[in-house]
């Protein structure tokens, strides 16, 4: 990604962020909505708010994901923003906006995009979380995990072993 690129990137991400933590943080809720709307979302407050605030979390966060030059300097404040992000942005934000789907205002079609929307980035999550956990296994083990790895392969061949002497639970 192109620096002018990334750098538009974060900037309207976090504006986004900013935004909706102002207005669902300090003013009452809805009222920047239809009146039709903000009769909804106080019916849903706790998933009104599970989904803005966790949707902003990972706006805030997700922009130093995507820097190389950030992933180098401090790998395990990446790690540890990468897993915020997952956990209390990506599920929070995307469960709570695929429940609050089924209440969007614009019929059938605001339902359904809506619903489309969250599931797509509880996939995209999803997807890049099996990337992240595929690649920790594809990396050389280090000095500390030797130990843990040989005891893993003793147990997998005990319990191998068993199976194919019929045990029923082989550890």
């Not at 976090?14 to 909505?33: Q, T």
């Not at 401090?74 to 695929?98: D, I, S």
């Not at 040989?150 to 997998?156: G, I, K, L, P, S």
Request: hydrophobic share 50%; proline share 5%.
């Amino acid at each position: 990604m192109t620096h002018n690129y990334y750098s538009l990137m974060a900037f309207l991400s976090v504006g986004v962020a900013l935004y909706a933590v102002v207005a669902y943080g300090f003013l009452p809720l809805g009222v920047l909505v239809h009146p039709d709307m903000r009769e909804s979302f106080q019916a849903h407050y706790l998933w009104v708010y599970a989904h803005i605030f966790g949707s902003a979390l990972a706006l805030a966060i997700g922009p130093t994901q995507f820097s190389a030059r950030f992933r180098g300097w401090r790998p395990q404040v990446h790690r540890w923003l990468g897993q915020t992000y997952l956990l209390a942005g990506v599920v929070v934000g995307g469960l709570a906006g695929l429940f609050l789907a089924a209440h969007a205002f614009g019929g059938v079609p605001g339902k359904l995009g809506f619903a489309i929307l969250a599931t797509l980035w509880l996939y995209t999550g999803i997807r890049a979380f099996t990337a992240i956990r595929a690649r920790a296994r594809s990396t050389p083990p280090s000095v500390d995990d030797s130990k843990l790895l040989t005891h893993v392969r003793r147990r997998h061949a005990a319990a191998t072993a068993a199976q194919c002497n019929g045990a029923a639970n082989p550890i």
